[in-house]
Structure formats: structure tokens, C-alpha cells
């Protein structure tokens, strides 16, 4: 049975399209650290005076998910022999984990800021004024 193109990409095995997709996701990932590096430093002095330990932590995690998965690139491409198959499984694991944790705490404090400046405060604060 003859696999189509697409699942060789996203699929990867030995052989099989693995350096065209790790350089399709390594390529972004470098692109986007050296973005982060270009503004880290008025991004660490916002950090500083917001005072926020939430956004220091997502900051930070984030930094820590994009290297590694620029790690996970390197190493893949750089050893394309042996079985590796546990390793990469971890590092893939530990990639897609970080990055689904990442947007889910983008969606949670994107909507705590929506309830937080919502009808909600309004109403507390006319309560407060009032009493």
C-alpha cells in the first residue's frame, strides 16, 4: 500500500522526508529565536517593571520550548542512523507538551483578562461606590 505525500511529511521515517520536515519546522523555530533574541532586552526591562511573575514564567517557558525543539531539530538531522526511537519520542513528547501548554495558558489568561475587565468588575465597582 502506497502512502500519500503528505502523511511521509508529517509522518516521518528513516528515509522518508525526515530532513525537508525537520527543516520545515526548524527553519520557523530558528527564525522565531532569533526573533526572541532581537527583543529580549526591552522585553526582559518590560518584564522588570510589570512585576508580573505569570508573564516572567510564560516568557521563560516559552524560551525553554523553542530551544528545545530547535534541539530536537538538530539532533534529528544530525544523526539519521541507529535507533533512536525512544529519545526522539521523548523529545517529541516534551516539545508538543510544552507548546499545548503554551497556548492553553495563552487562551486561560486571555480570558481571565476578558472576565476580569468584563461586565463584572463594572458591576463590583458600582456596588463598592454605592455601599
Same mark, same amino acid.
Given at each position: 500500500?502506497?502512502?500519500?505525500?503528505?502523511?511521509?511529511?508529517?509522518? $516521518?521515517?528513516? #528515509?522518508? &522526508?525526515?530532513?525537508?520536515?525537520?527543516?520545515?519546522? &526548524?527553519? $520557523?523555530? =530558528?527564525?522565531?529565536?532569533?526573533? =526572541?533574541?532581537?527583543?529580549?532586552? $526591552?522585553? =526582559? /526591562?518590560?518584564?522588570?517593571? %510589570?512585576? %508580573?511573575?505569570?508573564?516572567?514564567?510564560? *516568557?521563560?517557558?516559552?524560551?525553554?520550548?523553542?530551544?528545545?525543539?530547535?534541539?530536537?531539530?538538530i539532533l534529528q538531522l544530525a544523526q539519521t542512523g541507529g535507533n533512536h526511537g525512544t529519545a526522539w519520542n521523548i523529545l517529541w513528547i516534551i516539545t508538543r507538551f510544552g507548546m499545548l501548554m503554551l497556548e492553553a495558558s495563552v487562551v486561560v489568561y486571555l =480570558?481571565?483578562? *476578558?472576565?476580569?475587565? #468584563? $461586565?463584572?468588575?463594572?458591576?463590583? %465597582? /458600582?456596588?463598592?461606590?454605592? #455601599?
Amino acid at each position: 500500500m502506497a502512502h500519500s505525500a503528505c502523511i511521509d511529511f508529517v509522518s $516521518p521515517r528513516p #528515509g522518508v &522526508g525526515v530532513v525537508a520536515y525537520d527543516l520545515a519546522i &526548524g527553519i $520557523p523555530t =530558528l527564525l522565531f529565536l532569533a526573533f =526572541l533574541g532581537w527583543r529580549l532586552k $526591552p522585553s =526582559l /526591562r518590560k518584564l522588570h517593571r %510589570s512585576n %508580573s511573575h505569570i508573564m516572567a514564567t510564560y *516568557y521563560g517557558f516559552l524560551w525553554a520550548i523553542t530551544v528545545i525543539n530547535l534541539f530536537r531539530c538538530i539532533l534529528q538531522l544530525a544523526q539519521t542512523g541507529g535507533n533512536h526511537g525512544t529519545a526522539w519520542n521523548i523529545l517529541w513528547i516534551i516539545t508538543r507538551f510544552g507548546m499545548l501548554m503554551l497556548e492553553a495558558s495563552v487562551v486561560v489568561y486571555l =480570558l481571565q483578562g *476578558y472576565v476580569a475587565s #468584563g $461586565p463584572k468588575v463594572s458591576d463590583a %465597582s /458600582r456596588c463598592a461606590a454605592a #455601599g
